[in-house]
C-alpha cells in the first residue's frame, strides 16, 4: 500500500494535487447531482476514503457503498461513524447480486477510469436493471479533452501527472475518451454534463433511455 493510502487525509490530499484541485468541485457536483431529495436511496461504487460518501449523507441520502478494498472500506468507516451507511467490500462487478429497482442513484465517482473496457460495459450494463423507475447515473471521471489546444495541454501535463498519481495512489488510471458514449451504449440517455480542468475531468447524468 502506498504511504497516502494509510490515511483520508493523505490520500485526499493526493488526489487534490493530482487534479489541480478540482477533486472538490468534481466530489461537490456528484452529491448534488445524485440526491434529489433527502432519504434517496443510492448505491455509491468505489467509495475510497468514503470522501464522496460524506457528501451524499450530508444530503440525507440513505447510502450503499462499495469498494474491493478492505483498507479503504475501513477507513470510509471511520470517517462516517455513526451514520447509517451500508458497506459491502466487493467487486463493482459483483452489482449484479443487488436487488432489482432498489436505488434512486447510482454514483460512479473516479472509478470508471481504472477498469478495463470490458469491466466498464459489465459494471455500466448491470445499473438500469438496479435503479428504480426515474432514477439517475452520476458519472464523473478523467476523461480524454476537447481537441485542439485543451488536448495538447492534457498531453503535455499527463506524464507527470500518471507519475505522481501512481506514487501517491499506486494505481495508473487513462482517460475515457467517450464516457458518455459508453454510458449511451449500456442504455443510458444524458441528461447533463459538466466539465472542469480544461474539459479532462467530466461528469455526465443519465438515466435509463427505455
Known sequence: MRWLETSPERYDAGM????????????????????????????????????????????????????QSPDMIEQAKSRAGTADVAFLEQTAAEIDALPEASFDAIVLSLCLSDMSASERAWVLG??????????????????????????VLQRLWRLPQAALGWLLTGALSHPLADLGGELQRAGFALRREQRWLHGSLALFVAEPSA
Do not use: S
Open 126 to 151: 448491470g445499473c438500469p436493471r438496479i435503479l428504480a423507475p426515474g432514477g439517475r447515473l452520476v458519472a464523473a471521471d478523467e476523461v480524454r479533452a476537447p481537441a485542439g489546444w485543451r488536448r
Open 16 to 67: 487534490r494535487l493530482i487534479t489541480f484541485g478540482r477533486v472538490a468541485h468534481l466530489h461537490a457536483g456528484v452529491a448534488e447531482a445524485a440526491v434529489a431529495k433527502p432519504g434517496d436511496r443510492v448505491l455509491e461504487i468505489g467509495c475510497g476514503t468514503g470522501a464522496v460518501t460524506l457528501r451524499l449523507l450530508a444530503r440525507g441520502a440513505r447510502v450503499t457503498a462499495i469498494d
